[in-house]
Structure formats: C-alpha cells, structure tokens
C-alpha cells in the first residue's frame, strides 16, 4: 500500500489508515475500501504502516505462534517502530483494520492503541473498525471499544469479514496456513481465510464512506456503513469466546510468570498449553454448539438479542447494497 495524499480545490477531506497485515489478507480488503475513496480527488488518504520493533514471523514457527498469546491475551503489546505521524494532524475520518490474535485485537494494532500518540490523533475522531479474521471476533470488538474509549474515539461503524468455511475445519486450517504459508495445505477441506469474493465486494464500504464524507455524515453519530451488511455476528461461538478467553488470561498469567517472550523457559508451559488448547478445542467447541443447536427452539430469542448487540452498530442489514453494485 502506498501512502500518497491527494489534493484539489475542494475542501479536503482527511482519512487516517491504519496497515498491518502479515499475509496481505486485511491489506487487501482494506485496499479495496480505501480505493473509491482516493478516486475522486476531495479524500487525502494517509495510510500508516504499523512496524513492530521486533517483527512477527511470517510464516509463524510453532512456539513463535504460541509464545505470543499471553501478551495478546493480556493486550501487553509488543511495542512499535516510530510512527511517522507527530500527532498534530487531524483527520475527519479514522479507518482501524484489526485482525484478532487469541481473542484480541492484534498486537500491533494494541500497541498503537495504547501509543501516546493514539489519543492525539483519535480523540474526538469517528473510527471505523474492519476485521478480518477466521471467525472468532466478538470479544475482541469488545475489548476493542475499551481501547478506543481510552482514545476517546466516536466508533461509529464495524466491518468484519470472516473465514466462511465451518468452525471445526477453519480451526484447522486457519493454524496450518499461519505456519505453513499455505491456504490450502489440507486439499480435502476449504483453503483458509476470508473468500476472495468477500474481500473483493469490501470495495461497497469504500464508495460508502465516500457517499458519507461528502455529505458530512461523519460528525454526527449514525452509523455510515448501514444495510450493507457490515458485520453479521454469530453468537452461537460466544459460548467457546468466553471459555477460551478465560483460559487465555489464566494460561497467560502463568506464562508471563514463567518468563519474557522468546524466552525458552516459557517454552515447557507452552507445551503443556498446547495441550490443554487441543482439548479445549476438540470439546468445549463442538459441545457447545451441539447442545446450543439442541437448545436452540428455547434460546431463539436470546440469540436474536445477543446477534444485535454484536451486529451493532452497523448492522447486517442488506437494504443499500443495491446502490453500492451489490
Ligand atoms: C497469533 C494469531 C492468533 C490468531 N487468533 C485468532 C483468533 O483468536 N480468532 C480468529 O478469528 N482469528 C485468529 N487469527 C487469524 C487472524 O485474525 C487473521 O485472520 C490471520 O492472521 C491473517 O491476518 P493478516 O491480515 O495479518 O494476514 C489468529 C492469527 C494469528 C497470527
């Protein structure tokens, strides 16, 4: 993603993005949302590369991948290369893409959350948040809308696209490509990730917000990105959030006992971990949707209250998509 700004007569309007992506997935998408948005000459676009000071493996190696859940899980980032905003800009509109690392935010995107320079630039602001990530990402919006209070940000709009391949074979797959760089490494079940046609049709959030910072919408409190259906949660995964965000913070509390990141004394408890995450996996996963999906003639209504709540506040909506070639 380059960084160039563009400028006309008309009145400009400012567009902070921010990039980190390890295999191009959320740069891709987020590509294709900020590309109408270059278009038409009266949006300067600033795309801000996140760097950690320490850069995550791509491919990840297997205790490498382990060894940074209990600093993600306890959004205890990494820190950052310096960023090369001073904090003195101001931008109309911010757009924070996030993957989810272990039911959190990444540690990147965390680590400039909680940069000093963050609730310079943010404060005040209205963010959109864009997701993309294999399909657990409720509780990290969660933990998410915490950091960008901290901020003082308006969030006004989430975005998510997610792995559409079932629960079960993308967490398989979804690891395998981490550590092999390879989508489709298991022929017999779906590549991993976000389908292409998905990140592709992201470019409707694009022309949206363009539509939106042209006729001001950006300073009131409305959603920008409704019926174009934004973010379609699925609260029948909460139940397996909630157990594995609890192991995460217990696991991690002993694991940053244990020692720093990197460190090999870390490494016989992020054995152990592995084990105990394979378990949690192969049962509390599947258990619970089973007996949910048994349960679900008696939880219906529970379920619809809970996918609002998560839905929000864009919505799944799909009333505008037809104006967006969708
Ligand atoms: C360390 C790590 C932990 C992850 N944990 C989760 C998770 O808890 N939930 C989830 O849905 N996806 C998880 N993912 C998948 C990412 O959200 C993301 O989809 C993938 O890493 C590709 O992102 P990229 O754009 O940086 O290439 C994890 C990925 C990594 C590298």
Not at 214 to 235: F, I, M, T, V, Y
């Amino acid at each position: 993603m380059n960084t160039t700004e563009v400028s006309t007569s008309r009145p400009i309007k400012r567009v902070l993005v921010l990039d980190y992506s390890q295999t191009g997935q959320l740069g891709e998408i987020v590509g294709n949302i900020i590309a109408p948005l270059r278009q038409g000459g009266d949006i300067a676009v600033h795309v801000e590369p996140l760097r950690p000071l320490k850069p995550f493996p791509f491919p990840w190696g297997f205790f490498s991948f382990l060894d940074a859940f209990p600093e993600s899980a306890h959004m205890a980032p990494s820190p950052l290369q310096p960023l090369s905003l001073t904090g003195e800009e101001e931008f109309d509109l911010v757009i924070l893409p996030y993957q989810v690392w272990f039911l959190a935010p990444s540690q990147p995107v965390t680590a400039f959350l909680k940069h000093p320079l963050a609730r310079r630039l943010l404060a005040g602001k209205p963010v959109v948040t864009v997701i993309a990530c294999r399909n657990m990402w409720m509780l990290a919006q969660e933990k998410m809308k915490g950091l960008l209070q901290d901020c003082g940000a308006r969030l006004l709009d989430n975005v998510v696209l997610v792995d559409p391949s079932p629960t079960m074979a993308s967490l398989l797959t979804t690891p395998l490509w981490l550590l092999s760089g390879k989508r489709d490494l298991l022929r017999l079940l779906p590549p991993a990730g976000v389908d292409a046609a998905s990140i592709r049709a992201a470019g409707r959030f694009g022309l949206a917000l363009r539509d939106a910072l042209r006729n001001g919408q950006e300073h009131g409190n409305a959603p920008l990105l409704g019926g174009l259906k934004a973010a379609d949660s699925n609260p029948h995964l909460l139940v397996s959030e909630r157990a594995a965000t609890r192991s995460f913070h217990l696991w991690g509390k002993l694991l940053r006992a244990a020692g720093e990141p990197g460190q090999r004394r870390r490494y016989p408890f992020l054995l152990l971990y592995v084990v105990f995450l394979i378990a949690l996996i192969l049962t509390v996963v599947p258990l619970s949707l089973l007996v949910q999906s048994l349960l679900r003639p008696f939880l219906r209504r529970r379920f619809a209250q809970l996918k609002q709540r998560f839905d929000q506040p864009s919505g799944c909506g799909t009333e505008r998509m037809h104006l967006y070639g969708h």
